[in-house]
């Protein structure tokens, strides 16, 4: 399945406490579950006003379902289309 990297839109979400982060993340796992195996959350990356999500599903329907399901803002869903890292320098 192709992999999605979502940009959400959250003013303050560096300030978020653990428990908000911690239902946050409930929220999104109980959607997963609702949705089915289409949909796969690897991580997540929280900076101060934007959280990126890095996802796998079979489309970006399927992102966009997730996040009106779990009432998260997906203000950008991109398709990953390859991967570099150091190792692509040798």
Not at 70 to 89: E, K, N, Q, Y
Request: net charge negative; aromatic share 6%.
């Amino acid at each position: 399945m192709p992999k999605f990297v979502i940009e959400r839109n959250i003013p303050g979400a560096g300030s978020l406490t653990s428990e908000q982060l911690a239902g946050i993340s409930q929220k999104s796992c109980s959607v997963i579950r609702e949705i089915g195996p289409q949909i796969q959350w690897l991580e997540s990356f929280v900076t101060d006003d934007k959280i990126y999500c890095v996802y796998i599903a079979k489309d970006e329907a399927t992102v966009l379902e997730h996040a009106r399901l779990g009432g998260f803002p997906a203000d950008s869903v991109l398709r990953v289309r390859r991967m570099i890292d150091p190792t692509t320098a040798e």
